[in-house]
T-cell receptor, first 117, second 110 residues
Framework: GAVVSQHPSWVICKSGTSVKIECRSLDFQATTMFWYRQFPKQSLMLMAT?????????EQGVEKDKFLINHASLTLSTLTVTSAHPEDSSFYIC?????????????FGPGTRLTVT | LAKTTQPISMDSYEGQEVNITCSHN???????ITWYQQFPSQGPRFIIQ???TKVTNEVASLFIPADRKSSTLSLPRVSLSDTAVYYCLVGEGGRRALTFGSGTRLQVQP
């Protein structure tokens, strides 16, 4: 089956620094990738949609200058949290859709736990 | 996007069948119904997807009535490892993101 990986699986950083999270589709080409954020005991909240080769579309309330998304290839999307603050501590999850399939299934990565101290 | 409503939590015992119902009164003609399972600190895992009637795979069954305004995920003979949050999602999928509701937290007891 289709596999999506994320790196790192967890990261601790100091307030004010930037952190980059990678999302890769390992065995398929992902024309569209999605980034979600999940706080403890809450549901997933969509942050942005990224299409390969174009700018990401951010959801209302998500700062595009703070959460930089790059989708430069069909197998890799990156999320950079710039000038991180403790309130950015969360579980970040990406998902990808196989552009070659007719179904509507999206494949999720294992998530990245970000802790800002 | 169609909004979904499902119970916040459910309790069951090992070996029992669990049915989780999701309401989606505003489902559109092009929308599919998809269920995901999520364990703590993990990404959601696809369980089953359907458009109408009944769909069955090796993990679960999905029942969808003719009006498609609700759906029921059926987990046969649950085990402790089925303790997780289950999300019902409705949408076209594809290039559009999936909108997650609150999900149902299933607790399976020995």
């Amino acid at each position: 089956g289709a596999v999506v990986s994320q790196h790192p699986s967890w990261v601790i950083c100091k307030s004010g620094t930037s952190v980059k999270i990678e999302c890769r589709s390992l065995d398929f080409q992902a024309t569209t990738m999605f980034w979600y954020r999940q706080f403890p005991k809450q549901s997933l909240m969509l942050m942005a949609t990224s299409n390969e080769g174009s700018k990401a579309t951010y959801e209302q309330g998500v700062e595009k200058d703070k959460f930089l998304i790059n989708h430069a290839s069909l197998t890799l999307s990156t999320l950079t949290v710039t000038s991180a603050h403790p309130e950015d501590s969360s579980f970040y999850i990406c998902s990808a859709r196989d552009g070659g399939l007719a179904n509507y299934e999206q494949y999720f990565g294992p998530g990245t736990r970000l802790t800002v101290t | 996007l169609a909004k979904t409503t499902q119970p916040i939590s459910m309790d069951s015992y090992e070996g029992q069948e669990v049915n989780i119902t999701c309401s989606h009164n505003n489902i559109a003609t092009n929308d599919y119904i998809t269920w995901y399972q999520q364990f703590p600190s993990q990404g959601p895992r696809f369980i089953i997807q359907g458009y109408k009637t009944k769909v069955t795979n090796e993990v679960a069954s999905l029942f969808i009535p003719a009006d498609r305004k609700s759906s029921t995920l059926s987990l046969p003979r649950v085990s402790l490892s089925d303790t997780a949050v289950y999300y019902c999602l409705v949408g076209e999928g594809g290039r559009r993101a999936l909108t997650f509701g609150s999900g149902t937290r299933l607790q399976v007891q020995p």
